[in-house]
């Protein structure tokens, strides 16, 4: 991976996925912390860019939704300024990175990424982040659609259950990604 025209994509992870007292605690997404954190590390070294997202609802983002509802699929989880919205402690953006607010499954839908990435030169997306087979997912695909290059680590993402895991790294190998170990992802 060229460091210049690579962003690693760091997806929710949040205490509200990733910490037992968050309200969609998902053990596996918890086991994703340190995976993500070396991913950062490397990726910072190496001079590439390190993006975060963080999964973010105004309480009443909700109250006149026709039909894409969250707090009703979920439950009302990372509301806006709640400890449940934080990042984990262990990944604690620097000041070079950039952290996305988004309010759907997709970190490029009406958020500034496209346009960073873009502004920046960059092409290759390595993903990582919870969960796998909706924030990660989506994301990724929306990148790919986008004709940026989505890499997804598969022992670098969270999940629900490990059927979930498999379908979305699946999905996304099959239709508009690669997915590859944190040992393939090799900086030059």
């Not at 087979?133 to 490990?162: K, M, Q, W, Y």
Request: glycine share 6%.
């Amino acid at each position: 991976m060229d460091p210049d025209r690579t962003a690693l994509i760091v997806v929710d992870m949040q205490r509200s996925f990733c910490h037992p007292d968050g309200s969609l605690y998902a053990p596996p997404s918890a086991d994703a912390i340190d995976p993500c954190a070396d991913l950062v590390e490397r990726t910072r070294a190496a001079g590439g860019t390190v993006v975060f997202t963080r999964d973010v609802h105004p309480p009443d983002q909700f109250d006149d939704a026709h039909y894409y509802d969250e707090f009703d699929r979920w439950g009302e989880h990372v509301v806006e300024g709640s400890a449940d919205a934080a990042l984990v402690d262990a990944l604690d953006p620097a000041d070079a990175d950039l952290v996305v607010e988004k309010h759907t499954y997709d970190a490029f839908y009406r958020t500034q990424l496209e346009g960073y990435l873009d502004a920046h030169g960059i092409d290759d997306l390595v993903i990582c982040g919870t969960l796998a087979n909706v924030c990660v997912l989506h994301t990724a695909s929306s990148a790919g659609l986008r004709d940026f290059r989505p890499i997804l680590v598969e022992d670098a993402v969270g999940f629900l259950d490990p059927d979930d895991r498999a379908y979305a790294l699946d999905h996304a190998d099959w239709l508009f990604g690669e997915v590859r170990t944190r040992d393939e992802i090799d900086f030059d």
